[in-house]
């Protein structure tokens, strides 16, 4: 007889404080959900789950690819065709000194190499704060300590530059910026990147661009700026896929584009390439998707564009009109993070709203904010329908509970 494991196995500790708000609350909605109720999902950033289609012509690429047997191992960076047409988007955005280019599972196993690439013991990066998940996630499974920047609500959450100088130690090896952003729709001015790029250029700090979201620009008069294409000489990773732009998150395909001066970040980018022959290859066929995907039509824009503007303005003015709430309003990606004057916790009134009203937000909390602040992120791709039901939805709770 084998003998029965009877102590506990103990996970890492360094683990202890990772979570990830968006999809911890599925077991609540989970058990809503089977007393019968309908969940209407404004929590999750995948287009798929709505009204929005992956292009055709990429669908048809991979097929192609698959049929025409590209299902062995690809290349550990990725693909020519990929990396060719990754670099000529680059060049697009204006983005020079390109250094390295390498295709990975999403923008999510990027950012796992280039700051496992990174960092040794003892040093940290800068997050900003609210935070997409992924980031402060990474950097714990590294053991790093957290430090974080503020994104100004005042100030369109624009990221706080007095305070990012002001968190910058001799530790520090990077920050992570993310324009568009997630979970606040701000996108960043030329001249406040341009002071970011000063700041890295003087404390020789690494700046991981997350521009993931760079062409759901939601206004025509409206511009993105690439901050590798503002300072060419500072060295950049920018971080893109087909998940948002390219409505195919389940494929997870992304990249990252080294830039800045060669010689300073050759030692980088090799020790990023030998993680890459570690990790054998990204998904192979799928990587025939990119160059479709950039180089092809994109008319799917048109038609994602106008769906997000409509449905940011339905948001922006319910937050106008709605009791306790007001929202600083998105300008890019499909995030709203509006702010809630109310006494309790946002978890709180984000679990009650599941259970009462089966609409599904994540709680500000959740990304990290101001001490003493209170927010929800709202996903704003369901149609304007569904969107009115939920903010109603939210109205009415937040009128029985506060007033
Ligand atoms: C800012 C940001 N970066 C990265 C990701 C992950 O992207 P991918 O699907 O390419 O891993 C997301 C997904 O929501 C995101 O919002």
Redo the contacts with the bound molecule.
């Keep these: 007889m084998p003998a029965t494991q009877t102590r506990e196995i103990t996970p890492a500790g360094r683990l202890e404080n990772v979570r990830y708000a968006i999809r911890d609350l599925n077991s609540l909605a989970d058990q809503v959900a089977k007393q019968g109720h309908r969940i209407l999902p404004l929590n999750i950033?995948d287009p798929l789950n709505f009204d929005f289609e992956t292009p055709l012509h990429l669908i048809e690429a991979v097929y192609k690819a698959m049929r025409d047997g590209k299902n062995g191992y690809a290349p550990s960076p990725g693909i020519p065709e990929a990396i060719r047409a990754i670099g000529k988007e680059a060049e697009r955005k204006g983005i020079g000194n390109v250094q390295d280019i390498f295709v990975t599972?999403?923008?999510?196993?990027?950012?796992d190499v280039c700051l496992t690439a990174l960092l040794n013991p003892g040093e940290q990066i800068l997050t900003p704060r609210p935070d997409?998940p992924?980031y402060s996630a990474v950097l714990a499974k590294l053991g790093a300590q957290p430090n974080t920047y503020e994104l100004n609500e005042d100030q369109l959450w624009q990221p706080d530059l007095e305070d990012l100088g002001r968190k910058i130690t001799p530790q520090s090896r990077g920050i992570v910026l993310?324009n568009p952003?997630?979970p606040t729709g701000a996108v960043c001015s030329r001249q406040l990147l341009e002071s970011i790029a000063e700041l890295a250029r003087r404390h020789n700090l690494v700046i991981f661009a997350?521009e993931?979201?760079d062409k759901l620009i939601l206004d025509h008069h409206d511009r993105h700026f690439a901050i590798a294409a503002l300072a060419p000489d500072v060295p950049v990773v920018t971080?893109g896929?087909?998940?948002?732009n390219y409505l195919a998150?389940g494929w997870?395909?992304?990249w990252a584009v080294v830039s800045g001066d060669k010689h300073a970040v050759k030692p980088y980018t090799e020790a990023i390439n030998r993680l890459l022959r570690g990790r054998l290859c990204a998904n192979h066929p799928e990587q025939y998707a990119i160059q479709a995907a950039l180089e092809g039509p994109q008319d799917h824009l048109v038609s994602v564009l106008q769906k997000l503007r409509q449905r940011r303005d339905l948001t922006v003015n319910w937050s106008q009109t709605t009791p306790h709430v007001s929202c600083v309003a998105p300008r890019g990606?499909f995030y709203a993070f509006p702010r809630m004057e109310i006494p309790e916790g946002d978890d709180v009134f984000v679990r009650e709203l599941i259970v009462e009203k089966h609409v599904m937000v994540v709680h500000g909390s959740g990304f990290g904010q101001k001490p003493g602040t209170k927010h929800l992120r709202i996903v704003f791709l369901p149609d304007e329908q569904i969107l009115a039901q939920a903010y109603a939805a939210i109205a009415a709770l937040l009128a029985e509970r506060y007033g």
């Design positions: 950033g599972s999403g923008v999510s196993e990027a950012v997409y992924l993310i952003n997630n997350d993931i979201y971080f896929g087909l998940s948002k998150p997870r395909i992304g990606a």
